[in-house]
């Protein structure tokens, strides 16, 4: 069965363009093509990614952050209760109102109380801030690395400049190490972000955060069974330019460099903007739709890498959306937004909220703004009509 399933799977008409079969792709000393099996390589390269990367944020990134300032926020702790901790493990971390009330009469405590304990919970389960620079100091050494080796590999090959040469003898086109390496060198970067994931720091887009990471897996892998190097490479290339301003965005915002920030977040945008919806589509997507009819008629191969390329630009279109909508914010308030894709605490105006809340069930608090008697108002003044009548009692007593 397994033998079947692997014959089904590998039929030159899925993967080679009409009139081209496994034969015509047979290697020889002098030329060598993209082979399948070389894919597995990248599953162990990735675990040395994560390796590497544990080394890293150990060694360089965490004393990095003290060095430049970034303090982690102090945040209360929940107190231990066995109750609420089985129903936040198990069941859900924002219970609903009715709950709540069964959780209250369970632990014999207020339903404030049961409210500021999920708060504070949930606030310790959330990254802290040297979590979140330690990260995004990795992904923006990662990027470097990545983009200016992928401009290294490329500057001299004729496809960077004239993109009919992608399809230029295609799928005879034989494999050189440089691509080789630069193909694994992504590849198994996805894979480690794939591993790390339940680790990561999680923000609202997790879920197309998981569509982009299989996405590109996919995409990588098929590209490189189908000898789809060389537009593969652009796809890697214009991928690592944003990202490559991106990390050090986030950075600057840990550290409280607020205008610089806001100055490299506005290139990011339109670096991101013009790379992945001007030139993603031109380079990549018209390209892959049209150029390639010129040299073969559609096959499976070309509808799949299709299909996966435009789930890529749809991605691009939802995150360029949020991207706009901050920069529109920046242009009307004159201040950067922040990251509309984190998670943000729950902590100091929900605490603030119940202190007072408590202050004036104990009376300490017990002054209403009321305006039609005589009574001082909270912020300490008197109705004007109301002194008025007094400053007339003084006279007649005079």
Sequence with gaps: MARSLYEWLWQHEFWLPPGITWEDMQESEDTHYPQPRDLLLSIPFALILVVIR??????????????????????????????????????????????????????DLPVRKVEKWFRRRRNMDRPSLSKKFSEACWRFTFYIISFFTGLAVLYDKPWLWDHRECWTGY?????????FWYYMLELSFYWSLVFTLPFDVKRKDFKEQIVHHAATIFLISFSYCANYIRIGTLVMVIHDAS?????????????????????LFMIFSAVFLISRLIIYPYTVLYNTYYY?????????????????????????????CLIIHMVYKFILQGTMEKDMRSDTEESDKDEERDKIREKEKNGITCFSNVTSNGYIQRNGS???????????????ER
Aim: aromatic share 10%.
């Design 54 to 107: 544990c080394a890293f944020e150990r060694a360089i990134a965490l004393p990095l952050s003290t060095k430049l300032g970034v303090r982690d926020k102090q945040r209360p702790k929940a107190q231990p209760n066995p109750v609420l901790e089985t129903f936040y493990s198990t069941r859900r971390k924002n219970p609903k109102e009715g709950e709540l009330l069964n959780l209250a009469k369970q632990c």
């Design 171 to 179: 799928p005879q086109q034989p494999l050189q190490p440089s691509l």
């Design 243 to 263: 990202d490559c301003f991106l990390e050090p965005t986030k950075i600057l915002n840990y550290m409280k460099w607020k205008k610089t920030c806001d100055s």
């Design 292 to 320: 390639s009819m010129e040299i073969f008629q559609p096959f499976f191969g070309y509808y799949f890498v299709n299909v996966l390329l435009i789930i890529l630009q749809l991605l691009h279109v939802f995150w360029s």
């Design 382 to 396: 008197e109705p004007l009509d109301n002194r008025a009548h007094r400053a007339n009692g003084h006279a007649k």
